[in-house]
């Protein structure tokens, strides 16, 4: 059996009562924490809390290499243990598949992500959320600037009334410092001032599944201006709204009454 177990959005304590259940049960624990990072706690925290031993794989561990996993899974009860909740990625789904190919049973266990944790921080409505896209570092992807499919996505969610969740980027082990870097909601912003529209309104999620969340509604332009401390960050670039979500946004983030839609 192969468990894909999401442990949540911040710390430890963030995976579901089932999640913290499969894992007193399960032989071998493995993890990958290139998609998504819990940043309130290191994988010792995780260890201690659970009484598990837990191996993380990188990239090409899970990608390329997968089969320590798949082998350990065709012998006994492994979990798959992931940020958030476990089939956001592809990555996921493609060693969900292998699994079945190989004859392992599987079996998903879910958490809050950050999608969600979005809709419901800011106030917009989860099903008034088009297609996300995710904002890279310029020297990610070898240019300065914001991609154009980025743009693109945005634009075209704009045009439907759609809002666009920006997932920003995590970098594990940069190849300079040898450390995780995460973008920040001021960084993104800046960037999608610089090279999109400075007076659009932003809306960032700040540590979200924490005890101290950050949400914060702007012009771009301003957004760019502010510290929102510690990561995970997301952004998002809202669409048409309705009078609940004005009011939400108005309330819950602090947005300015000339960037909301008049009640007339």
Known sequence: MLSFVGLGLYDEHSITVEGAETLQSVDRAFAEFYTSHLVGAD????EEYHGIDIEVRD???????PEPILDAAEEGHV???TAGDTMISTTHVDLRLRAHERGVDTEVIHAPTA???ASSLTGLQNYRFGKATTLPFGWAHGAEGVPQSVVDTVEDNRERGLHTLCYLDI???HPATEEDEYMTADHAAGLLAAHWDPDALGVVVARAGSPDPVVAADRLSALAERDFGDPLHLLVIPGD???VE?????GLAGAPDELLPSED
């Open 115 to 117: 999608e969600s944790a």
């Open 171 to 173: 970098k594990v082990d």
């Open 59 to 65: 990239r090409p561990g899970v990608e390329q290499h």
């Open 246 to 250: 004005t009011d939400a946004l108005r």
């Open 79 to 81: 979990a798959f243990l």
């Open 43 to 46: 994988v010792e925290d995780v």
């Open 241 to 243: 709204l309705h009078h």
